[in-house]
Every structure is written in structure tokens, then in C-alpha cells.
């Protein structure tokens, strides 16, 4: 696998992830074009001029040998294929290199000045909905009451002192700020009657991406861990 952790090394990823460098598969037993063209041509110089070869034999032998020549040429077309699909997927990786990506998870990193965005989703309205927030050791940080949430996609802000729900500032303020780290969010809300647990999706820097043989795209996000590339829900 390769690692890609600024562009400046998206041209080394190139260079390992190009076709001619990867491990080539063992030649097995079976006649290239090269060798079946010869085969035939010397059967056909050394055949019997008094029983000559059958005309739907020798045709059988040419159609054989177009089928050959044609899955040769399919292989190296595919080959190229996946070598410039291969080279595509390093420079992707490396303009991802510190975005900011949005996750399933119920871990995040707030940076020095920043903030962390999240959201969850609500099959239907609530009056009742808050945010837990707890430090990497797991003491509770905050429990932010934030009201009222309509259906659907809800997004919140969190800079370590104050919040905002849906782009509205809370009127909620922590007693001093918290300091930068990793945060574990859990939002909660009624719903029929009864307090149930809800998703999170938050928001995490790329730190570095790795791609395998494959060329296969993991995220490695501060506060997260390795993420496929798949499992991104959006790109902030």
C-alpha cells in the first residue's frame, strides 16, 4: 500500500502504482500469438503434399489464432485502463490531504480555533432534543439542551464554548472553554414517547490517504482512524 500525505508525494504514488511496477503473474503453458503464428506456419510447410490439410481444419486454425491475437489486445487495453484509473486515484488522493470530510462516528478532534460540525437525522419532529458531549476519557463535557428539531437533517456547530443548532445560535455557553482534543457526541431525542439514541455524522481532517494495489482510497482521519472512501458522506 502507499501512503499519500501532501501532493508533493502524489508523483512517487504514480510511480509505484503504475502497471509496469506492479508484480507481473507468472507466463503459464498456453501459446502466445508470437508462438501459435509459427506453429502454424511450420505445420503448413512440413504437411503432406499428398494429403494436404483440410480447408475447414486450416480455417479452424486461423479463426483460433484472430481469437488470440484479440484477447492479447483486450489485456493490454485493460492494463493500460487500470493504470491511468490507478494514476487518477493518486492525484484524487492527494488534493484531499487536509479537506475536511464528513463521517459516521461518534468521535471527533476539535483543532486549536476551529470547531466541529456534525449532523443527525429525525424520522419525525421533536421537542426534545439534546447533545452530550464527553471528553476523550469519558467525563461529560457538555449536555446542551437544544429544543425543538424538525424531520429530517439536522446540523450542529461546536467550537468548545458555544453551539448553534440548524444556524441558530444557542442560548447555552459552557462555563469555560473546552480545550482542543478528541470529543465523543451523542444526541439524543424523543421520538413516540421515548428517548432513543440517534446517529451522528461529524466532520474530521484528512490527515493522510492510503491507497492498495487495488488502488482503493482510505481516509486516515485526526480523531477517527482509517476510513474507506466509500463511507463518506460528504466533502466540506
Request: aromatic content about 6%; hydrophobic content about 40%; proline content about 4%.
Amino acid at each position: 500500500m502507499s501512503q499519500v500525505n501532501d501532493a508533493a508525494s502524489a508523483s512517487s504514488v504514480l510511480s509505484h502504482l503504475n502497471i509496469s511496477n506492479q508484480p507481473q503473474p507468472k507466463k503459464s503453458n498456453e501459446l502466445g500469438q508470437s508462438a501459435f503464428l509459427e506453429l502454424m506456419i511450420t505445420q503448413l510447410n512440413n504437411q503432406d503434399p499428398l494429403s494436404p490439410q483440410d480447408n475447414t481444419a486450416f480455417v479452424a486454425q486461423l479463426a483460433q489464432f484472430s481469437s488470440v491475437e484479440g484477447l492479447e489486445r483486450l489485456n493490454s487495453n485493460f492494463q493500460s485502463f487500470t493504470n491511468t484509473f490507478m494514476s487518477n486515484q493518486a492525484l484524487q488522493a492527494s488534493s484531499l490531504v487536509g479537506r475536511s470530510v464528513t463521517v459516521t462516528t461518534e468521535s471527533a478532534r476539535l483543532l486549536p480555533g476551529d470547531m466541529v460540525s456534525g449532523s443527525v437525522d429525525l424520522e419525525a419532529a421533536t421537542s426534545d432534543l439534546s447533545i452530550h458531549i464527553y471528553s476523550a476519557s469519558g467525563g461529560l463535557v457538555a449536555k446542551i439542551p437544544a429544543g425543538v428539531a424538525e424531520a429530517g437533517e439536522n446540523v450542529f456547530r461546536w467550537d468548545g464554548e458555544f453551539i448553534e443548532v440548524n444556524g441558530q445560535l444557542l442560548d447555552w455557553q459552557a462555563e469555560q472553554p473546552a480545550p482542543a482534543g478528541e470529543y465523543r457526541f451523542e444526541v439524543y431525542a424523543t421520538q413516540d414517547g421515548k428517548v432513543e439514541q440517534l446517529e451522528t455524522a461529524l466532520s474530521a481532517n484528512v490527515n493522510s490517504v492510503t491507497l492498495n494495489a487495488e488502488g482503493t482510497l482510505t481516509l486516515n482521519l485526526a480523531g477517527v482512524g482509517p476510513v474507506n472512501i466509500a463511507d463518506v458522506k460528504q466533502f466540506n
